[in-house]
Nanobody
Framework: QVELTESGGGSVQAGGSLRLSCIVSGGAYNGYCMGWYRQAPAKEREGVATIYTGGGSAYYADSVKGRFTISQDNAKNTVYLQMNSLKPEDTAMYYC????????????????????WGQGTQVTVSS
């Protein structure tokens, strides 16, 4: 059973940075489609960035392009989301998602295409 554990959330002022981590444990697959999603109060969960751990380009939502970077460390089974130039509208619960059965290089999957989800980590950006 694959488990995802997020960390790195917190409270920062606008313009600040945070790095989220998502550790993948319990799986034995060659590659995963990994995604970061976020959900603000009273809003739908939206895709932020995706990467395929077996190689390929990343996907970024327009709202975070140029500010967020998704990366991986396969030796640590960890995917990161580096968030720079944070804005108050980035405030949300951030979730890590994984699926070992779909290739997602350069594209965003639907939420229901991910098999595994983490519990989330809160990011709060104050103005």
């Amino acid at each position: 059973q694959v488990e995802l554990t997020e960390s790195g959330g917190g409270s920062v002022q606008a313009g600040g940075s945070l790095r989220l981590s998502c550790i993948v444990s319990g799986g034995a697959y060659n590659g995963y489609c990994m995604g970061w999603y976020r959900q603000a109060p009273a809003k739908e969960r939206e895709g932020v960035a995706t990467i395929y751990t077996g190689g390929g380009s990343a996907y970024y939502a327009d709202s975070v392009k140029g500010r967020f970077t998704i990366s991986q460390d396969n030796a640590k089974n960890t995917v990161y989301l580096q968030m720079n130039s944070l804005k108050p509208e980035d405030t949300a619960m951030y979730y890590c998602a994984a699926d070992p059965f779909i290739y997602c290089g350069g594209m965003l999957l639907r939420r229901d295409q991910y098999t595994y989800w983490g519990q989330g980590t809160q990011v709060t950006v104050s103005s």
